[in-house]
């Protein structure tokens, strides 16, 4: 699919051609503004469950609108319809137009000037033109593979999901910029059982690309033997010690608790606002020489990337913290223009039925130098942390508390016993600070992070190498 194709299906299967998205835009701009954008979407999505050795459910569904965006200094005014026709555009575009109120006479909108170009997630075809055969022949696979793999597992629960995506922007500065977003998912889940306990064990895998990525067992096989391995292991899990110790983190999923912890933290409007715990620090030490963060929008198939965000600016790769010091923020168009700074592309929302807001993409920390082994060697007590479940953080004070599903003991060095209830507490800012060692093995997820912030979830990435953190406190339940 190429980008010119999402501008070709609005126009012929809606008639929304030139002429009538100028129209409306138009029709938005005839009260001055300081920015206007008409956002238009059409989205199919399907999915299939397994549970309990049976496909439980299926579903394929629709999704297609328009909304149109009004802002006049700090206000906005948004109106969407999912009718996609000239009426229905004219009538949201006079919508938002009144909401943003402001009484004098209008501006003319820029030429329009394309923006894109890049296919960051090229496919043969869309993933949701996948026979639902195919999918229910993947979960059922699974299901099979795990059961005959340990007589312990007891239940195995299973499903995909494929996405289609097609968006169009026009905007009041000359923004003309389209992009065709697949997206695909799969999920396992395993419950172990020795007869007096059961543990669960999860892992996924998916990314921006065809649905037949999925489908190869070499694809599918690790995540489902990994997802049946932490469940048995955890069978034998001790209780987690609580306390004041060091804590290593391991390198790819951990890097959600950087992500929740001090990502949300960065994102240009609670920075805006002052309600973030990094506001107004700037140039400023934020964490510990050596830290590097970085959210990159360019990454090529990764769950997290766009060609271009949903105000049609280009992603980049947005330097946050440079060995320690805070270079920069998360910026939608909004925030970026009232606080004088350039957007970076990470202007997301949900749908087209939402605003749009500053949200990551696929943020992680780069790696260091020192050896992965070298850093679990150097630790006398303390947990390893290699997976996490919940969690849950406060922006302004930047206080977090997450849970580990897959930690281990460390003693002497060495690793130990797999731990059950282990609960890391901290503050983002302070956590960095108290970073003392960063792996060579940088790792990203294997494609299943969702971010939800104000109702809108998004697809996001995380990564990040094997660190130790020191005098981390950790929440355990061994008496």
């Not at 439980?56 to 005014?77: A, I, M, P, Y």
């Not at 890391?424 to 060692?437: A, F």
């Not at 060579?440 to 109702?455: E, P, Y």
Request: overall charge negative; aromatic content about 4%.
């Amino acid at each position: 699919m190429t980008e010119s194709s999402a501008r070709g299906f609005f126009r012929d299967r809606f008639g929304l051609d030139d002429r009538s998205l100028e129209g409306a835009l138009g029709t938005a701009l005839e009260r001055r503004v300081d920015h206007a954008d008409l956002f238009f979407e059409y989205a199919s999505q399907s999915s299939v469950v397994l549970e309990e050795g049976i496909v439980k459910s299926g579903d394929r569904h629709l999704e297609q609108g328009v909304g149109v965006r009004v802002q006049v200094g700090e206000r906005t005014g948004y109106a969407h319809s999912d009718e996609l026709n000239v009426e229905s555009l004219q009538l949201a575009a006079r919508t938002a137009r009144a909401i943003s109120a402001d009484s004098a006479a209008g501006g003319n909108a820029r030429a329009a000037v394309t923006t894109g170009g890049r296919d960051l997630y090229p496919v043969a075809r869309p993933p949701t033109d996948t026979p639902v055969e195919d999918m229910i022949g993947l979960v059922e696979a699974v299901d099979a593979y795990v059961r005959s793999r340990d007589p312990r597992v007891h239940e195995v629960m299973a499903s995909c999901v494929a996405q289609h995506r097609q968006i169009l922007v026009m905007a009041s500065d000359g923004t003309l910029a389209e992009d065709v977003r697949p997206l695909v998912r799969l999920n396992v889940q395993v419950i172990a059982s020795d007869g007096a306990r059961r543990e669960v064990g999860y892992q996924g895998c998916g990314g921006r690309s065809d649905f037949e990525t999925l489908l190869d067992p070499a694809t599918w096989q690790p995540i489902a033997d990994e997802a049946a391995r932490i469940a048995i292991q955890n069978l034998g899990a001790e209780p987690c010690p609580a306390g004041s110790m060091t804590v290593v983190l391991g390198p790819g999923w951990p890097g959600i608790l950087l992500h929740e912890a001090i990502g949300h933290g960065l994102e240009g409007d609670f920075n805006r606002k002052g309600t973030s715990a990094f506001s107004g620090r700037l140039g400023e030490r934020v964490a510990a020489p050596g830290v590097t963060v970085v959210d990159d929008g360019t990454l090529p198939g990764r769950r997290g990337s766009l060609n271009v965000d949903d105000e049609g600016t280009p992603t980049q790769r947005t330097v946050l913290i440079e060995d320690g010091i805070l270079r920069g923020y998360l910026q939608d168009r909004q925030n970026a223009r009232l606080m004088g700074m350039a957007p970076t592309g990470n202007g997301r929302r949900e749908s087209y039925a939402h605003l749009p807001m500053p949200r990551m993409t696929n943020t992680f920390m780069l790696a260091g130098e020192d050896d992965p082994e070298d850093i679990l060697r150097s630790v006398d007590r303390g947990i390893y942390a290699v997976h996490f479940g919940g969690g849950q953080v406060d922006i302004t004070s930047g206080k977090f508390v997450f849970s580990a599903s897959e930690a281990y003991r460390i003693e002497n060095g060495r690793i130990g016993a797999p731990l059950k209830g282990a609960t890391l507490i901290g503050n983002g800012p302070d956590v960095l600070t108290r970073v003392s060692r960063i792996g060579s093995d940088l790792a990203l997820d294997r494609g299943v992070g969702t971010c939800g912030k104000d109702g809108q979830s998004v697809p996001v990435g995380v990564g990040l190498p094997t660190i130790r953190v020191e005098e981390l406190t950790v929440g355990g339940t061994e008496g």
